[in-house]
């Protein structure tokens, strides 16, 4: 009986390791496109909807990422550490012989028109960032046609709009010849997402879709454009999950407008009352913190708090990650999150609970949790070999909660 309670029924293994070798198989079944297959499909795609052509076409490709603590930059010209994505957007684009220009996305069965950007219609936003991509660089009288297959989940909002927007900037550069340096490019892709996604956008993600590489974080100085490379955790030191606790954004656009202003209207405020020379909250030092908030509106001190103190969370993150303490690492995406609920006021009880099951497994080996920016998805970071019990445990309570399942995967 002893040897039976010990060892598993069906397969003799001790009952402590069951979970790890279910771990280590979920972990060896993640299988993401690599950017060159994701090329590839985009021109089958072009090709296969619109039809075969002997004109020139170009194709590039850009990954998605994460802000880990970036979506303050939004705001303000500040520092932030993205985390690019595995999964990515590319984008085929070719001249063709015909009149009319034509765009067509993987897994949708409309044909779009290529129409000028301001044209009046109810096509999605995607397709108004592809047309008004396309038309503000292509030559007059030139038609093309636009093919877009990507990897990147719709749920990570700003990952999905950097990838989609630099791949179609990288791709119409090459057919065009468009003589743009990347500070400028990036630039114009950051002008085209905030038009027609209708909220604040910051350069972190474009520049990090753009140059950031999967295995690394990309710390980025959104005012100089300056960006690098910071060595993240290993697949042996800590793991990465993703549960979506709530479809969409969670907050109307026109609240990301209304922070941004208020933002330029309290930077006025502060170089009136207390701080002349201040030009953006950027420079505001943390000591200085409250002597800042006692000059501003009470309504304004929650979101001013919020931004200047992320502002100043990226240098611990940072040097977390050159410590390789993930337990700091952890604590801080916590901090983050908690400042995002109680001072942002970006509140979702799907998403906190999320967060709160993970706070729950810290003893177990879980380090932290956040949402990613303006979605509902959630990233979790902990132990290798603990995260997809993590995710398991998660949905299970979720589903218990809440009704549904949300999903989860490794990432």
């Known amino acids: 009986m002893a040897s039976q ?45 619109l039809g075969t052509s002997l004109r020139p076409s170009e194709a590039a490709f850009a990954h998605g990422g994460t802000g880990l603590i970036g979506a303050h930059t939004h705001y303000f010209d500040g520092f932030a550490v993205i985390m690019p994505l595995r999964v990515g957007t590319a984008v085929a684009i070719r001249f063709t012989e015909g009149p009319d220009s034509r765009i067509v996305f993987e897994g949708e069965e409309t044909i779009w028109p290529l129409s000028a950007p301001d044209a009046a219609d109810d096509a999605p936003f995607w397709v108004r960032l592809v047309r008004e991509t396309v038309h503000r660089w292509m030559p007059p009288g030139a038609a093309v046609e636009v093919a877009m297959v990507s990897t990147v989940r719709p749920e ?4 999905y709009l950097s990838a989609l927007g630099v791949a179609t900037a990288r791709a119409v550069q090459a057919l065009f010849a468009v003589p743009l340096g990347t500070p400028a490019l990036m630039q114009a892709v950051r002008e085209i997402v905030e038009h027609c996604a209708g909220f604040p956008f910051s ?34 030191q800590a793991g990465w999950g993703m549960v979506v606790a709530a479809r969409g954004m969670l907050r109307d656009a026109a609240l990301y407008r209304e922070r941004r202003s208020v933002v330029e209207e309290a930077v006025q405020q502060l170089q009136q009352k207390a701080f002349p020379g201040l030009q953006s909250l950027r420079t505001l030092e943390h000591r200085h913190l409250a002597q800042a908030l006692a000059a501003l509106p009470v309504s304004y001190r929650p979101v001013i708090r919020h931004l200047v103190t992320e502002n100043q969370r990226v240098q611990k993150l940072v040097a977390a990650t050159r410590r390789k303490d993930w ?10 999150q908690a400042s995002v609920s109680h001072d942002w006021g970006s509140n979702n009880e799907r998403v906190t609970f999320v967060v709160e099951q993970v706070e729950n497994l810290t003893l177990d080996g879980m380090y ?3 949402a990613t ?37 490794l990432l």
């Open 5 to 49: 309670s010990f060892f598993s029924e069906h397969t003799g293994t001790p009952p402590f390791v069951q979970p790890l070798l279910h771990a280590l198989d979920r972990m060896q079944r993640r299988e993401v496109l690599q950017p060159q297959q994701v090329t590839a499909r985009a021109q089958e795609v072009l090709v296969e909807r």
């Open 156 to 159: 990570y909002i700003d990952a």
């Open 203 to 236: 350069l972190a993600y474009p520049i990090a879709a753009d140059s950031g590489r999967p295995g690394t974080f990309t710390l980025v100085d959104t005012q100089t454009f300056d960006h690098l490379p910071l060595e993240a955790p290993s697949a042996e």
């Open 327 to 336: 337990q700091m690492f952890g604590a801080l995406l916590l901090m983050s």
């Open 368 to 370: 932290g949790a956040f």
């Open 373 to 409: 920016g303006r979605g509902g998805c959630v990233l979790t970071f902990g132990k290798t070999f603990m995260v997809p019990q993590a995710l398991d445990r998660i949905r299970t309570a979720f589903e218990a909660t809440f009704g549904d399942a949300p999903e989860v995967a």
